[in-house]
């Protein structure tokens, strides 16, 4: 009887999942993600760094994203969600964002505004022009480069991960892109950002608005 029984639940399960088909949609929360990385970029570039960032208030004015599962049943759907809100406060991103802080006042800001750094268009720092620099400058540019580029990799990690994000290649490169237009519109006039069209690549002064 027993057998009868355990036979009916699995034949049962088989008939189900026959029946079903489960389809995992998650949904990027790009406009989430940039409206975050404007508010990080902001408070790098005007000293700001992350005090009050940790505050339980900013949370709720960054909209929410949303994790959907759609189920089928014989060509009918239904959909079930979960709302998170987007979480840009974990003890790493408050450290990445006074480091970064700390170091563009000091190191970046300066070489920014006189055309040998620029905004690479991966979101990352650039050389744009280190002509006339001597060996020792040209290593301690280097090493400016790299903390920072280190720094916004892990920055960029780290936002996936606190949102429950693959930290896949393709994710990387979204968020990547959403910082490097969020950089765009915090740079100072004269700054340079670099824009790339097929293979090739211009470096773009940021001008007044007319």
Request: proline share 2%; aromatic share 10%.
């Given at each position: 009887?027993?057998?009868?029984?355990?036979?009916?639940?699995?034949?049962?399960?088989?008939?189900?999942?026959?029946?079903?088909?489960?389809?995992?949609?998650?949904?990027?929360?790009?406009?989430?993600?940039?409206?975050?990385?404007?508010?990080?970029?902001?408070?790098?570039?005007?000293?700001?760094?992350?005090?009050?960032?940790?505050?339980?208030?900013?949370?709720?004015?960054?909209?929410?994203?949303?994790?959907?599962?759609?189920?089928?049943?014989?060509?009918?759907?239904?959909?079930?969600?979960?709302?998170?809100?987007?979480?840009?406060?974990?003890?790493?991103?408050?450290?990445?964002?006074?480091?970064?802080?700390?170091?563009?006042?000091?190191?970046?800001?300066?070489?920014?505004?006189?055309?040998?750094?620029?905004?690479?268009?991966?979101?990352?720092?650039?050389?744009?022009?280190?002509?006339?620099?001597?060996?020792?400058?040209s290593v301690a540019l280097k090493k400016i480069i790299d903390a920072e580029n280190k720094d916004r990799k892990s920055l960029y990690e780290e936002i996936l991960r606190a949102n429950k994000l693959e930290v896949s290649k393709e994710n990387m490169e979204?968020?990547?892109?959403?910082?490097?237009?969020?950089?765009?519109?915090?740079?100072?006039?004269?700054?340079?950002?670099?824009?790339?069209?097929?293979?090739?690549?211009?470096?773009?002064?940021?001008?007044?608005?007319?």
């Amino acid at each position: 009887m027993k057998y009868f029984a355990k036979l009916s639940v699995f034949l049962l399960i088989v008939f189900t999942v026959s029946c079903v088909s489960l389809t995992l949609n998650i949904y990027f929360p790009a406009t989430e993600i940039k409206e975050a990385a404007e508010e990080i970029e902001q408070r790098i570039r005007t000293g700001q760094g992350a005090e009050g960032l940790d505050s339980t208030s900013f949370g709720t004015d960054i909209a929410p994203h949303k994790f959907y599962v759609s189920i089928s049943f014989d060509g009918r759907e239904a959909y079930a969600a979960e709302k998170l809100n987007i979480d840009i406060k974990t003890p790493l991103i408050l450290k990445i964002v006074k480091s970064r802080t700390d170091r563009y006042k000091k190191d970046i800001a300066p070489l920014m505004d006189n055309g040998v750094l620029g905004e690479g268009a991966t979101g990352f720092l650039a050389v744009r022009d280190n002509k006339g620099l001597d060996l020792k400058a040209s290593v301690a540019l280097k090493k400016i480069i790299d903390a920072e580029n280190k720094d916004r990799k892990s920055l960029y990690e780290e936002i996936l991960r606190a949102n429950k994000l693959e930290v896949s290649k393709e994710n990387m490169e979204k968020v990547q892109q959403l910082f490097f237009e969020a950089i765009q519109k915090k740079l100072k006039v004269g700054q340079y950002y670099e824009v790339i069209k097929g293979k090739k690549s211009t470096w773009i002064q940021k001008q007044k608005k007319k």
